[in-house]
């Protein structure tokens, strides 16, 4: 039998998982491990841990589950493991989910490339576009691809 997670239930966990990271983090620091390998391993472990796979459960994630992982960056805010001008997790989601569409559409070998749309073709050239197909009805912004097709089309 597999048990299937809910997103809430992901967030819940990863987040307690994170917890203990930062008390080994506070540990090394007691130990005298310089500040910026500490943010090092905060980027690598913590930050990691929690948008790991965000392309594929971002868009499903309730707005106070996106609150839990926000509250839980500021508290690296606050211990110095995360600058206040470093990338929100919103903004770390987003660019994850620009890497993978970048990678799917340039990619005709992906196997994701098969759900994205045919290709048009547009005889004006107005202003950059971020793709070229076809922009059919909206159904789910929750799925990676379409947040993708249909991010900055206004």
């Not at 203990?20 to 930050?47: N, P, T, W």
């Not at 990338?87 to 970048?102: G, H, I, M, S, V």
């Not at 070998?109 to 547009?122: C, W, Y």
Request: net charge positive.
């Amino acid at each position: 039998m597999t048990n299937h997670l809910s997103v809430s239930e992901h967030v819940r966990d990863v987040i307690c998982q994170c917890g203990q990271s930062i008390y080994a983090l506070k540990v090394l620091r007691s130990h005298g491990l310089c500040e910026s390998a500490l943010r090092d391993v905060y980027r690598a472990v913590v930050i990691a841990k929690l948008l790991y796979a965000s392309a594929a459960w971002w868009g499903y994630a309730s707005i106070p589950d996106k609150q839990h992982i926000e509250v839980f960056i500021r508290q690296g805010v606050r211990l110095g493991l995360h600058g206040m001008g470093d990338p929100t997790a919103q903004q770390l989601a987003e660019d994850a989910d620009d890497r993978l569409f970048k990678g799917v559409r340039d990619n005709e070998h992906d196997v994701l490339h098969r759900l994205l749309p045919d290709i048009t073709s547009h005889r004006y050239s107005l202003r950059p576009r971020r793709h070229n197909f076809v922009l059919t009805t909206k159904t789910d912004d929750r799925n990676s691809i379409n947040r993708q097709l249909f991010r900055d089309i206004y």
